[in-house]
């Protein structure tokens, strides 16, 4: 059995303005609880961070991650960056969205797209436990703005041509988000901030579709908020706890640091019930 991690922090973008603070945190707060809790290898932890997180990069090393994985090996995949969406492929004038991941080097045009990320997560060998967590935001509805370098607390949310477009001329765009990434639908979302769905991965994801993910000053550095409380939850339990109950504790601390957004929790029932990143036996 092997435990093999992928950890991606993106603070320094080639979009002017779009710079975060507390990606780059995440990872080396991630990769300690790794190596300290569950017993990951440094050099099974594959990091990627800032200008090396290309789109390249990145779809090279969730490849690689996803195909090392054999049963009863424990695969961890963690994002930490600017989430958007954009036109799906086959839309009219933005009618429909789908949700995007964005590299350092990010082309509109050209996006790393859930469709993608599904269709490669989709390939995971049976046994294998695969965790996902993202630290980010995909909704449409939340600010536009890009807030100045110094403010306590951002959203992980880029916003792209498009929504320039409609801000500026005042049209709203149509449409709701596209989740290809997610397994869930969005009435089965809005009924609770776990879904039981059949995918091969346990899904962690910052926020609701509707909400933002917090690149935040606390505890006198800069993280994201999802992050933070998850490194902390699993401290607080000595690594010994399952992903409901881990949710749960997330979830807790996130309104008790007076952060509004909800981690959603996503995957099979036999997933969820499991001790977090644990092997399946």
Known sequence: MTKRALLIGINRYRIP??????CVN????????????????????????DYDATKKNMQAAIKALVASGKKGDVLLLHYSGHGANVPDANGDEA?????ILCP????WKAPLTDDWLRATLDKL???????????CCHSGSNTRALLPPDAKSMPRYLPNPWDIMAEE?????RGKVAVGMRAATAAKRKRSDI????IP???????????????????????GALTYHLVAALKSAKGKTTYRKLHADVLARLAKSKFDQVPQLEGSKANLDRGFLDPIV
């Open 17 to 22: 303005g779009a710079d975060l603070r507390g």
């Open 26 to 49: 995440d990872v080396v707060n991630m990769q300690s609880v790794l190596t300290t809790l569950y017993g990951f290898a440094k050099k099974d932890i594959t990091t990627l961070v």
């Open 95 to 99: 009618d429909r969205r789908d949700e």
């Open 104 to 107: 350092t080097d990010l082309d």
């Open 125 to 135: 060998r049976a046994g294998v436990n695969l965790t996902v967590v993202m630290d």
């Open 169 to 173: 001329s005042g049209r709203k765009l």
């Open 195 to 198: 879904a039981i769905v059949e």
């Open 201 to 223: 991965e346990v899904l962690v994801t910052g926020c609701r579709d509707t909400q933002t993910s917090a690149d935040a000053s606390i505890g006198g550095t800069f993280n």
